[in-house]
């Protein structure tokens, strides 16, 4: 796995404007076929970490500056791009800048792992009716926090259909991490939630969903003949193995991680890694060019 790794890496840093390698035959044979055959592509992609630079805050999370350009170059000559994220697609709409840009005419957002959807042709969300287990955890979850005497250095982030605690901000995050992974476990599976972890976050939200389900889904709707998605954390596996899925259909495809040294197994399952958000624009922007 190790030199796996290291290969994927080298890979990516074939120079600003030029495509990285694949490291693996399929994730080849994924970049041949987007290349050939644009117009029939998905390009998917993940927001905090792939995107946005992860922060402190989530709150203060905002696209890389020339994520919403290099999008708009490219968006025109694949099928459809899809940012696909466990945030309300409203947030990160606003956060990543995508309303009213030129090119993003046909962009979609599936936020809450695909629960909401937001077509740029509309400006406009659809959804179903919020899990009632939610309303219930938010109200639980000061006490449970101060019960494990975790409320110290925890974030919670408000998501309307799901909550987030976040442990970046404790004074050892791992182990606050760790920590609050049962009690926490446990209130969700009380009021019929499940527990989403990710780079030092416990998320609490709805079963059923997962950016696995969604990225199928929207691959299958738009009729796409190749699909690349790009993540970084433990949320979007999901939706690797369902690109894996896809390829074993006939559908090749393309897995980047944004790099991280926080989330290994997505770097080992992953045809190119980048550098974080700047390496994924890059790959982008060297997409945009390439298709013309």
Do not use: N
């Not at 945030?87 to 629960?115: D, Q, S, T, W």
């Not at 009380?190 to 030092?200: A, F, Q, T």
């Not at 709707?221 to 596996?237: I, K, M, P």
């Not at 897995?255 to 550098?275: M, N, Y």
């Amino acid at each position: 796995m190790g030199s796996h790794q290291h290969d994927a890496s080298a890979g990516a840093s074939a120079g600003v404007g030029a495509l990285p390698e694949p490291v693996t035959e399929a994730g080849r044979v994924g970049l041949d076929a987007l290349l050939a055959r644009p117009g029939k592509a998905v390009i998917a992609l993940d927001f905090d970490g792939t995107l946005a630079p992860i922060v402190p805050d989530p709150d203060q999370a905002r696209a890389h500056p020339d994520a919403a350009p290099a999008l708009a170059r490219l968006a025109p000559r694949v099928a459809s791009v899809a940012v696909i994220t466990g945030r309300p697609a409203g947030v990160a709409v606003r956060y990543g800048g995508f309303a009213g840009v030129a090119g993003l005419e046909h962009l979609v957002v599936l936020g809450h792992y695909g629960a909401e959807r937001w077509d740029a042709a509309s400006g406009g969300v659809s959804a179903p009716a919020p899990h009632p287990g939610v309303a219930a955890v938010r109200a639980e979850l000061p006490g449970v926090l101060d019960g494990v005497g975790a409320w110290q250095g925890t974030w919670v982030e408000e998501k309307g259909r799901a909550v987030a605690v976040h442990t970046r901000r404790a004074e050892d995050p791992q182990a606050a991490f760790e920590m609050l992974r049962e009690p926490l476990g446990a209130l969700a599976a009380r009021h019929g939630l499940i527990v989403e972890p990710g780079r030092m976050v416990l998320e609490l939200r709805p079963p059923g969903m997962d950016k696995g389900v969604a990225l199928e889904e929207w691959v299958r709707s738009v009729g796409a003949e190749c699909v690349v998605y790009a993540g970084d954390d433990l949320g979007d596996l999901p939706a690797f193995a369902a690109v894996s899925k896809l390829r074993a259909d006939g559908i090749p495809g393309l897995l980047v991680c944004s790099g991280s040294d926080e989330v290994a197994e997505l770097r080992e399952r992953a045809d190119v890694v980048v550098d974080g958000p700047s390496g994924v624009v890059q790959l982008l922007s060297a997409l945009a060019s390439r298709l013309g």
